[in-house]
């Protein structure tokens, strides 16, 4: 590992230099190994936050108290420490630049990061694919990339639309609640436009958001999930 960076007070991005790196598409994960002194071994799978042009690899890790690998990762490993991949994994849930577009992303939480991936993918092309994320939050200060997502909004062109569940400032004039078919016929691209829908989060944001999806008419096979659930990581 090269560098640690703060996102938000639970969250790290890890910056590594693999040797030998293969390459990934965006949207990829790596399983990420560790092995104990006593030859106890444990893995767990993240998402790739990096796009395929950057040199270095980038994974995203939220911080579990009750996590067995997340707390070590976040808080033990430090620069010049290596740590044990294997990857890139996945070809369902990615995107290429000529997949075209428009591009609807949904994302709760973490699941923001294999997105971010695809929107610093998304960012350089020219021609101009529309692109709208929809993010799921608890509060403000949970929005993972925030700063780097305003910037795609001002500078790239990214319709950025960010959704409040718990709690928020006095000012906000954002949105309120969860991701559900009432916000999505307010802000999604309208079925008719045929986007290329790509839902990551926790299981029941997902299976709700994709539900939702269909419900408003939007084509099952034009919708890509990725899911995570509470598994100690």
């Not at 949207?27 to 040199?55: C, F, K, M, N």
């Not at 350089?124 to 692109?131: C, L, S």
Request: aromatic share 8%; hydrophobic share 35%.
């Amino acid at each position: 590992m090269v560098d640690l960076v703060d996102e938000t007070p639970q969250v790290k991005s890890l910056v590594l230099e693999p040797p030998e790196w293969p390459g990934h598409r965006a949207g990829q994960h790596v399983d990420v190994r560790l092995t104990a002194e006593d030859g106890y071994q444990t893995e767990r799978s993240y998402s790739i936050a990096s796009p395929p042009e950057e040199d270095k690899l980038v994974l995203t890790i939220e911080r579990l108290d009750d996590g067995e690998v997340s707390p070590y990762l976040t808080d033990e490993l430090r620069p010049g420490d290596e740590l044990e991949l294997r990857g890139p994994i996945g070809g369902y849930f990615v995107w290429e630049r000529s997949f075209g577009g428009p591009l609807l992303l949904l994302a709760g939480g973490s699941g923001i990061v294999p997105l971010r991936a695809i929107l610093r993918h998304w960012a350089p092309d020219e021609r101009g694919v529309p692109a709208r994320l929809i993010y799921s939050a608890r509060t403000l200060d949970e929005v993972i990339y925030y700063s780097e997502l305003m910037q795609l909004a001002d500078q790239a062109g990214l319709d950025l639309q960010v959704t409040l569940t718990r709690q928020w400032p006095d000012d906000w004039t954002g949105h309120r609640g969860r991701i559900n078919q009432e916000l999505l016929d307010q802000v999604a691209f309208p079925p008719a436009e045929r986007p290329l829908a790509y839902a990551c989060g926790p299981t029941a944001f997902v299976e709700a958001a994709a539900e939702a999806l269909v419900s408003s008419g939007h084509e099952p096979d034009r919708i890509r999930t990725e899911r995570f659930g509470p598994t100690g990581s």
